[in-house]
C-alpha cells in the first residue's frame, strides 16, 4: 500500500475515531474530577482555617493583653518611651512569625515650647514576594487615646478584662485588635503550612491619633520603593453601623478652625470694669452664632452648594442599611435627634457637612467662680468635609465670612481666624472588585450581605493614600457598633476579634481572584 500524498485526507477506521473520541470523553471526565477535587480542598482549607482560630482563642486574648496594656497614648509626650516600646513590639512580633520587617524613622515632632521630640517609627512588614500574586498592604495604628480610670471607666483602662465576652481596655477595638486580628489572619495560614493566597505588606503607624505626623512623607518617599508593587490597600480602622457586619466605602474629611478675638493688654476685673469695655467673650459667641441655625443649616455662604447632591441610588442603599433610631438614640442618652427618618439621619452623618463648635480657649473654666473678662478666647470649631467641598475654598469662605459678621458689631477688638487642619474627604466605588471580594467574604464567614456604610469621622491617611500611591482602597471594619471609641470602658468583643479574624482570613483569598477576573 503506498503512503498518502502530501495534501491528502486521511480516513481513519471507524473504530479508532470511536476510541479516540471516548478516551478525550474519559480525559475531560478527570479534568472536571480535579477540578472538583482542587475545589473541595479550598473549601476544606477555609474550614481548617477558621478552626484553627477557634482553637487559638485565649492565645490570640493574650496577644491583645499584652498590646494594650502598652500606654501608648500619642497625644501625651510624657509617654513617648511607651509609645516607641509598642512600635518595637510590634516590629518584634512580625519578625518571629518570619516577616521582613523595617523601622521606619519619620522625624522628630516640634512642641509648642520648641523643643523637638522624636516621633515613634513606622513599621513596615512584608509576607510573601511572588510576582505573579496580587500584593495587598494593611493600614493600622497602634497608638491610643488618653485614658484614666478615675475618668469614669469601670475598669482599668490599661488591664484587658474580660466580662460577658467583651474585652475592655484602651485600644481594644481602635486600633490593636484589629491590626491583631490581620497578623494572626497571616499566621493562621503559616499556622498549618498553607501558602498564602497573596503578598501582605504591613504599615503600623504610631501616630494616627493625633493626625498622623510624619507619615504622608514617608508615604511619599516610598512611593516608589515600599508600595511600588502594593495593588489594593485595605484600612480596619473604623466599626459596623449596626450587628450587622459592613464595608464603609467613605468618610468625611475635616477643617479645624481657630477664631481668635483679643481686646485688652490683660484680663480685668467685671465689677471694675464691666460695662465699660467691648469685651471679646461676647464677641466671639455673637460671631460663632452665625455659623449654624438651630435646626442644622450651616449659615456660611458656599458651603451648603458644594455639596455633591444625593442620588437615588445612594437613598436607596441608605434606606436597606440596618439601623434603628431608638437604639442609637438611646445609646447616646438624648430624647430627640435632628432628623426623624434613618435616611436623612444617616445622610447628615456622612455625606453632608456639619458645623460643631468644640470649645473656647481663655475663658474660665473651672469649678467655682471667678469674675473675670478674658482678655483673648479662641474657639475651635470644625467642619466636616464632603465631596465636592475643597478645604482650600473651605478656609477662604469661613475666613471671609467670620470677619464680614464681626466688622458688623464694630468692635475694636481684634479677629484671626487660622484653619489648623484641612483634611479631605475619601470616596470609594462599590462596584470595584476590592468591594466585590469583600462582599463574597462576609457572606462566607458571617452567612450575610454586608451593609455598605460610609463614616462621619475622618481617616485621612485613606485620601493620602489614594493621592500619593494612586491604589485602589477598601475599609473593612471589624469593630462593634457599640464599642465605645474614644469614650469611657472601650471594648472589642470577642465574637468580632475572632470572627474578625476569619473575615481576613476569607478577604485574602477572595482578593486573590481579583487578576484574573478584571
Known amino acids: 500500500m503506498s503512503p498518502p500524498q502530501l495534501g491528502a485526507t486521511v480516513q481513519l477506521p471507524e473504530e479508532t475515531v470511536t476510541h479516540t473520541s471516548r478516551r478525550e470523553k474519559m480525559n475531560l471526565a478527570v479534568v472536571l474530577s480535579i477540578l472538583l477535587v482542587i475545589s473541595a480542598v479550598q473549601a476544606f482549607q477555609y474550614s481548617e482555617l477558621a478552626r484553627y482560630v477557634d482553637n487559638h482563642q485565649e492565645e490570640y486574648v493574650e496577644a491583645l493583653r499584652d498590646w494594650v496594656s502598652v500606654e501608648s497614648d500619642s497625644s501625651n509626650v510624657l509617654k513617648r518611651a511607651e509609645l516607641h516600646r509598642m512600635m518595637e513590639m510590634t516590629a518584634e512580633k512580625l519578625r518571629l512569625m518570619g516577616g521582613t520587617v523595617e523601622l521606619v524613622d519619620i522625624g522628630e515632632q516640634e512642641l509648642p515650647d520648641g523643643r523637638t521630640l522624636a516621633l515613634p517609627k513606622v513599621v513596615t512588614g512584608q509576607f510573601g514576594t511572588d510576582p505573579s500574586k496580587v500584593t495587598v498592604c494593611v493600614y ?26 467583651n474585652l475592655y481596655g484602651r485600644g481594644a477595638s481602635d486600633n490593636k485588635a484589629p491590626v491583631l486580628a490581620w497578623i494572626h489572619a497571616v499566621g493562621a495560614y503559616q499556622g498549618l503550612s ?216 464694630k468692635s475694636p477688638n481684634k479677629l484671626k481666624v487660622t484653619m489648623v487642619i484641612g483634611a479631605k474627604p475619601w470616596l470609594a466605588d462599590t462596584q470595584h472588585p476590592l468591594y466585590e471580594a469583600g462582599k463574597a467574604a462576609v457572606k462566607r464567614v458571617f452567612d450575610l450581605d454586608p ?64 487578576k484574573t477576573s478584571v
Open 194 to 409: 498553607m501558602e498564602l493566597p497573596v503578598n501582605v505588606k504591613f504599615v503600623i503607624e504610631g501616630m494616627e491619633e493625633t493626625g498622623s505626623n510624619g507619615l504622608d512623607g514617608m508615604i511619599l518617599a516610598q512611593r516608589d520603593t515600599f508600595f511600588s508593587d502594593v495593588d489594593y490597600i485595605i484600612i480596619s480602622d473604623c466599626g459596623w453601623r449596626s450587628t450587622r457586619p459592613a464595608l464603609t466605602y467613605g468618610t468625611r474629611g475635616n477643617c479645624y478652625f481657630f477664631a481668635e478675638v483679643e481686646g485688652p493688654r490683660q484680663d480685668l476685673h467685671s465689677g471694675v470694669y464691666g460695662g465699660t469695655v467691648i469685651e471679646p467673650m461676647t464677641d466671639l459667641i455673637g460671631i460663632l452664632d452665625t455659623l449654624i441655625n438651630p435646626s442644622g443649616k450651616i449659615l456660611i455662604p458656599g458651603i451648603r452648594e458644594a455639596v455633591a447632591p444625593l442620588s437615588d441610588e445612594e437613598w436607596r442603599m441608605y434606606q436597606d442599611i440596618e439601623f434603628d433610631l431608638e437604639n442609637y438614640k438611646n445609646k447616646i442618652g438624648i430624647g430627640q435627634l435632628m432628623y426623624t427618618n434613618k435616611v436623612d439621619l444617616l445622610a447628615h452623618m456622612w455625606r453632608y457637612p456639619t458645623v460643631s463648635i468644640h470649645g473656647i480657649e481663655g475663658a474660665f473654666s473651672d469649678p467655682g467662680t471667678k469674675t473675670v473678662i478674658p482678655a483673648k478666647v479662641t474657639a475651635k470649631f470644625s467642619i466636616r468635609q464632603v465631596p465636592n467641598m475643597d478645604p482650600a475654598m473651605v478656609k477662604k469662605q469661613v475666613t471671609d465670612y467670620l470677619h464680614s459678621v464681626f466688622a458688623k458689631r
Open 140 to 165: 493600622g495604628h497602634v497608638d491610643v487615646q488618653p485614658a484614666k480610670l478615675e475618668d469614669g471607666w469601670a475598669t482599668d483602662p490599661y488591664n484587658l478584662t474580660d466580662i460577658n465576652g
Open 451 to 514: 451593609d455598605l456604610i460610609r463614616e462621619g469621622g475622618t481617616i485621612p491617611i485613606a485620601r493620602t493614600f489614594q493621592d500619593v500611591t494612586g491604589k485602589s482602597i477598601i475599609m473593612m471594619p471589624i469593630g462593634g457598633f457599640d464599642d465605645g471609641l474614644h469614650s469611657q470602658n472601650e471594648k472589642m468583643s470577642r465574637y468580632n476579634y475572632f470572627e474578625g479574624t476569619k473575615l481576613f482570613i476569607a478577604y485574602l483569598n477572595e482578593v486573590s481572584k481579583i
